[in-house]
């Protein structure tokens, strides 16, 4: 094991402890941040197999989580962006899916959506729900 490999799992403990306590917000709305800032890709979305633009998920309120999921494990796969932070958080959004830490945004564990949209659409996405959470608690 190398000491990035360590390192990556002591920070997923550190980020599995802290967040088994409630819905984080600030590291997820900076993680987005820096993605946003890093993308390049703003191309329209299609679902061709010619389309070189990736499509994700644009979730239903409520469903959120879900898609934040499926969406950054799409992302991971196909090598888009920084996959470390793209890794940290798909681990966030996991495990506030599976101790349904943020009520508000996993009525379900099911991606539901009536649109897709290509990476910079979905990131904006997961800032816009954090940051809306982040007002709220202020």
């Known amino acids: 094991m190398n000491a990035s490999m360590l390192s990556y799992i002591l920070f997923s ?78 681990l966030s959004f996991q495990i506030q899916l599976d101790r349904n830490l943020c009520k508000s945004l996993a009525r379900g564990d099911q991606c539901q959506y009536k649109t897709k949209g290509n990476v910079k659409e979905f990131l904006n996405k997961i800032l816009r729900t954090y940051q809306t959470i982040n007002k709220s608690r202020a």
Request: charged share 20%; with cysteine; hydrophobic share 35%.
């Open 13 to 90: 403990c550190l980020l599995l402890s802290v967040q088994a306590q409630n819905c984080t917000v600030r590291d997820i709305i900076r993680y987005t941040k820096y993605l946003l800032e890093e993308s390049s890709v703003s191309c329209p979305c299609r679902e061709t197999a010619v389309s070189s633009c990736t499509c994700l998920p644009i979730a239903e309120p409520g469903h959120e989580l879900a898609c934040f999921v499926e969406g950054t494990e799409h992302m991971l796969k196909n090598n888009i962006s920084s996959n470390a932070v793209i890794a940290r958080l798909n």
